[in-house]
């Protein structure tokens, strides 16, 4: 029988704020276990929370970027379950009042597809309970206790493991883009849990979910909701019935096991919290965080593509990252030659930071530095090759250093002077007459052997275009 894949994301974005949620510990990834605790953090009696200011213009980013409608008046409530790493017996979360309500992500899966958000909430994060550090006792570490959180639940309104795959992406990317979250899965900032069931094409009624807990990377995703879409696909053909529960996915196995059985719902006993006071996003509030907000990848992406005529694979690969398009955007302000910039950006720049495993704030040339490269190659005074492959690294050694001046110092400046240029192309002929003959019969391909030879003799220094079109006359009339 065939089925339609019905699923809904609920994803867990660790903000990147300094302090805690309700408190000024540390919020920091790692450290010794429980060295980013306080009173507040242990809930010891007496504490009381304070809301992070910072979690909220957070919230509001993300709010703004996905066209949301942003909670003027919203308050804390208590969330309640026992568990040894949620030192208070609850969490405190949005229920009733969520941050942001409704608002929409854009995927590419293969079409341009609207994701619908049902809400996003604030909450803060549980400790972490360490199973294999003692063989016969289970570890507590609370340094992720209070890390502030906005948990992101969509509509079931994705129909494959891609799209899935596609939303985790792009919202990874624009949390990044945005500076409020740095999306790293595997140490935690980003986690996903799936709700995933199928139905018989053509059924409207939706049928029963699992949901499928902490998915660590964005390949998992795919990968387990491709695991569970069997497994459920397996038991209907079989005359057997889904059961509702929570299951967690073995990567090394690829399929999901049990967790637990859940109930139609959980009851969590919301409360509003009584130590929190009610906030609010107040008009002005919401004009200065909108006033600091960035112009988002889409925006970006269309002037690369109408204002600069870049190449959509340029423009697309320019604002997967902020840090490489503001690079990009300061780098264009020393030079005109907006494509050629493009290309070192896509080509020699992007190849160290690969092979350096670095980012773009890494790299040790200044936009204008690398802009007075490109002028050298765009004014013909140094070839792209040699520029890429001599001049650029020794740059990076010496950050501070005069291209220019360094380029005549490697000796790779472009020789223009016709008679030199002639004696190396005589010189190179001369030397393959055999090649000579044949170019002439018509294989013409072996011009590039030619200006090679010439390249070799002058030591790089001979500039390709004249060197071309000297051979190309001589050849012409041998």
């Not at 549980?126 to 507590?140: F, L, M, V």
């Given at each position: 029988m065939q089925y339609e894949v019905v699923i809904g994301l609920e994803v867990h974005i660790q903000l990147s704020t300094r302090t805690k949620l309700f408190c000024s510990d540390s919020a920091a990834f790692g450290g010794e276990p429980n060295t980013h605790i306080s009173p507040v953090t242990l809930a010891h009696p007496g504490t009381l929370p304070v809301l992070n200011r910072q979690a909220v213009v957070y919230a509001v980013r993300l709010g703004l970027a996905l066209g949301s409608s942003i909670t003027s008046h919203s308050f804390f409530d208590r969330k309640h379950y026992f568990y040894p790493d949620l030192p208070k017996g609850y969490q405190t979360s949005q229920n009733t009042a969520p941050i942001l309500v409704g608002g929409m992500l854009k995927i590419k899966q293969p079409e341009e597809k609207g994701i619908a958000i049902h809400h996003v909430h604030l909450e803060e994060d549980a400790g972490k309970s360490i199973h294999d550090a003692e063989p016969n006792y289970s570890c507590i570490d609370l340094n992720r206790a209070g890390v502030p959180l906005l948990e992101m639940v969509t509509e079931p309104v994705l129909h494959s493991s891609d799209e899935a795959f596609a939303f985790i992406t792009e919202l990874r990317k624009l949390v990044r883009w945005l500076g409020i979250c740095d999306g790293n899965m595997e140490e935690g900032s980003l986690r996903c849990d799936a709700n995933v069931s199928i139905r018989p094409q053509?059924?409207?009624?939706?049928?029963?979910?699992?949901?499928?807990?902490?998915?660590?990377?964005?390949?998992?995703?795919?990968?387990?909701?491709?695991?569970?879409?069997?497994?459920?696909?397996?038991?209907?053909?079989?005359?057997?019935?889904?059961?509702?529960?929570?299951?967690?996915?073995?990567?090394?196995?690829?399929?999901?096991?049990?967790?637990?059985?859940?109930?139609?719902?959980?009851?969590?006993?919301?409360?509003?919290?009584?130590?929190?006071?009610?906030?609010?996003?107040?008009?002005?509030?919401?004009?200065?965080?909108?006033?600091?907000?960035?112009?988002?990848?889409?925006?970006?992406?269309?002037?690369?593509?109408?204002?600069?005529?870049?190449?959509?694979?340029?423009?697309?690969?320019?604002?997967?990252?902020?840090?490489?398009?503001?690079?990009?955007?300061?780098?264009?302000?020393?030079?005109?030659?907006?494509?050629?910039?493009?290309?070192?950006?896509?080509?020699?720049?992007?190849?160290?930071?690969?092979?350096?495993?670095?980012?773009?704030?890494?790299?040790?040339?200044?936009?204008?530095?690398?802009?007075?490269?490109?002028?050298?190659?765009?004014?013909?005074?140094?070839?792209?090759?040699?520029?890429?492959?001599?001049?650029?690294?020794?740059?990076?050694?010496?950050?501070?250093?005069?291209?220019?001046?360094?380029a005549a110092k490697l000796g790779i400046v472009q020789n223009h002077d016709a008679g030199e240029l002639e004696k190396w192309v005589d010189e190179a002929l001369a030397a393959m007459p055999d090649k000579v003959k044949e170019y002439q019969k018509g294989k013409k391909g072996l011009i590039g052997l030619f200006v090679g030879e010439v390249k070799k003799r002058s030591k790089g220094k001979a500039d390709p275009k004249i060197t071309t079109q000297m051979l190309e006359q001589k050849l012409k009339i041998s």
């Amino acid at each position: 029988m065939q089925y339609e894949v019905v699923i809904g994301l609920e994803v867990h974005i660790q903000l990147s704020t300094r302090t805690k949620l309700f408190c000024s510990d540390s919020a920091a990834f790692g450290g010794e276990p429980n060295t980013h605790i306080s009173p507040v953090t242990l809930a010891h009696p007496g504490t009381l929370p304070v809301l992070n200011r910072q979690a909220v213009v957070y919230a509001v980013r993300l709010g703004l970027a996905l066209g949301s409608s942003i909670t003027s008046h919203s308050f804390f409530d208590r969330k309640h379950y026992f568990y040894p790493d949620l030192p208070k017996g609850y969490q405190t979360s949005q229920n009733t009042a969520p941050i942001l309500v409704g608002g929409m992500l854009k995927i590419k899966q293969p079409e341009e597809k609207g994701i619908a958000i049902h809400h996003v909430h604030l909450e803060e994060d549980a400790g972490k309970s360490i199973h294999d550090a003692e063989p016969n006792y289970s570890c507590i570490d609370l340094n992720r206790a209070g890390v502030p959180l906005l948990e992101m639940v969509t509509e079931p309104v994705l129909h494959s493991s891609d799209e899935a795959f596609a939303f985790i992406t792009e919202l990874r990317k624009l949390v990044r883009w945005l500076g409020i979250c740095d999306g790293n899965m595997e140490e935690g900032s980003l986690r996903c849990d799936a709700n995933v069931s199928i139905r018989p094409q053509g059924q409207t009624t939706l049928g029963t979910k699992v949901e499928v807990k902490n998915l660590n990377s964005i390949r998992n995703v795919k990968r387990a909701i491709e695991a569970e879409v069997r497994r459920q696909a397996a038991l209907l053909d079989a005359g057997q019935k889904v059961v509702q529960q929570t299951r967690g996915y073995n990567a090394d196995r690829d399929t999901t096991l049990p967790q637990r059985d859940k109930e139609e719902a959980n009851d969590y006993r919301y409360l509003p919290c009584p130590d929190l006071p009610p906030f609010t996003v107040s008009r002005n509030w919401m004009q200065e965080i909108t006033a600091s907000m960035p112009s988002l990848p889409e925006k970006v992406f269309a002037h690369y593509t109408t204002a600069l005529q870049l190449p959509a694979y340029d423009a697309q690969v320019l604002t997967e990252e902020r840090g490489m398009s503001r690079y990009f955007g300061e780098l264009i302000t020393h030079t005109g030659h907006y494509k050629a910039a493009a290309n070192w950006m896509l080509g020699p720049v992007k190849n160290w930071l690969n092979e350096q495993h670095a980012d773009i704030g890494q790299f040790p040339l200044k936009p204008a530095a690398l802009a007075s490269v490109i002028e050298l190659v765009q004014s013909d005074k140094v070839n792209f090759s040699m520029a890429a492959t001599r001049l650029l690294p020794k740059l990076l050694e010496q950050p501070e250093a005069s291209a220019a001046q360094l380029a005549a110092k490697l000796g790779i400046v472009q020789n223009h002077d016709a008679g030199e240029l002639e004696k190396w192309v005589d010189e190179a002929l001369a030397a393959m007459p055999d090649k000579v003959k044949e170019y002439q019969k018509g294989k013409k391909g072996l011009i590039g052997l030619f200006v090679g030879e010439v390249k070799k003799r002058s030591k790089g220094k001979a500039d390709p275009k004249i060197t071309t079109q000297m051979l190309e006359q001589k050849l012409k009339i041998s």
